[in-house]
């Protein structure tokens, strides 16, 4: 170990670093941190990048974890601007309607994770006067939760949300299908139960009747992954999770540039194994958009396999796509024929100024059935009532 790692506090500025990344939301432990120390003192301070891809050897297990971290390293380790950017964020703030840039936002876990070992300041009880508000007209945190976007939430309130997402339960409708069950109200005779109750009888012939048995249709989920839909895959990942674990036949993909089929891994009961399996397999994420080429594979290998008996196709994308259009209006007319029911999912739609006016978009909205926001756990609770109804008229909804 050389003189200045044993004068200096290095060793327990890496700790108080990794403090910060949990408070982030990525989950590192003692042997985390005990590896980490171990790491720096193999590998010595040589330059910045050294120190920076050591760590992130260490405490990055998952790509959705790279952006935390590289705004937490910038920040505690004093790249001037970024700090800036951060004490402006712990200062008081004022109603803004201007969306914030994204490549210079900073993530509000990050931020409330950095502010989160300072004091609060308590006013003393003696120069206060007791002040009794009336909360009949006020929301409660959840339901401030409820309506908050998935992008603005802090640590804190994505856990709750991972939470509140995990009792989710979709009650689809159940269809006919052409399989019968005995039902002494059916209006059709089961020829074959009543021969052989005729021949237990005596003279008489009990007539035996059926009725078509009713299951739920299959569910098949399309989730874009690309780069401008990272900061909601994850939570649409716990979701798709609770779907799958809440009934059968449930076929989920993503897709950015490729598309991977993640259905048996979405099975495991515990979140955590089933999300490291899916960063195993998943090896285009938050990378580019490629929608036409994924759903032409999609129609290709998957479309007959899991797009029977009136299966509901959930397709969550924001549509910024602008190569091979043809490709994409092509296949989404072919995936909109082969299903009972086209759900488009868009997190744009948050926005009430937002119209589909690009390319991509403009093809997608002619062959969808119901075109839908999610953003936040309200209209994810919106989409379960929504599967419970009867879709609309596709003839309707095309004219519209």
């Not at 040589?46 to 260490?58: E, K, M, P, Q």
């Not at 509140?164 to 074959?192: A, S, Y």
């Not at 989404?332 to 009430?352: A, Q, V």
């Amino acid at each position: 170990m050389s003189a200045a790692m044993r004068e200096g506090k290095l060793f327990e500025n890496i700790m108080h670093f990794a403090r910060v990344l949990r408070g982030a939301g990525i989950p590192i432990g003692p042997g985390q941190v005990l590896e980490a120390l171990a790491a720096v003192k193999a590998a010595g301070i040589g330059s910045r990048a050294d120190f920076y891809w050591t760590l992130h050897a260490v405490f990055v297990n998952r790509r959705d974890q790279r952006d935390l971290f590289d705004q937490a390293f910038h920040i505690f380790w004093r790249n001037p601007q970024l700090l800036n950017k951060v004490l402006g964020l712990l200062l008081p703030r004022f109603k803004d309607d201007t969306p914030p840039d994204q490549e210079d936002a900073i993530a509000p876990r990050v931020a409330d994770a950095l502010a989160g070992d300072r004091p609060q300041q308590v006013p003393e009880a003696a120069d206060q006067e007791e002040v009794t508000l009336d909360a009949s007209l006020t929301y409660s945190e959840r339901e401030l939760l409820q309506g908050k976007d998935f992008e603005r939430m802090t640590a804190a309130e994505i856990i709750e949300a991972k939470r509140l997402i995990k009792n989710f339960r979709l009650p689809i409708m159940e269809v006919p299908t052409r399989r019968h069950r005995p039902d002494p109200n059916g209006r059709r005779v089961d020829l074959r139960a009543t021969l052989r109750a005729s021949l237990r009888s005596a003279g008489t012939i009990p007539l035996k009747l059926k009725s078509p048995k009713k299951r739920h249709p299959p569910l098949v989920v399309l989730c874009d992954i690309s780069g401008s839909m990272s900061r909601y895959s994850r939570l649409f990942l716990h979701f798709l999770h609770a779907v799958t674990s809440d009934r059968d036949r449930v076929h989920t993909f993503l897709f950015g540039t490729r598309l991977t089929n993640i259905t048996r891994d979405l099975k495991a009961r515990d979140i955590d194994v089933s999300l490291d399996r899916v960063s195993k397999h998943v090896q285009d994420w938050s990378g580019g958009t490629r929608i036409g080429p994924s759903l032409a594979e999609f129609n290709r290998k998957w479309g007959r396999r899991v797009l029977g008996q009136g299966a509901l196709v959930l397709l969550i994308t924001d549509g910024l796509d602008r190569d091979q259009i043809e490709v994409l209006s092509a296949e989404m007319e072919r995936l909109h024929k082969s299903c009972r029911r086209l759900i488009w999912l868009n997190p744009l739609l948050r926005f009430e100024a937002y119209q589909p006016i690009s390319q991509g978009p403009r093809v997608m909205i002619r062959h969808v059935d119901d075109f839908r926001a999610i953003h936040n756990l309200a209209s994810m609770h919106d989409l379960t009532l929504a599967l419970a109804a009867p879709g609309t008229n596709r003839l309707e909804m095309r004219a519209a």
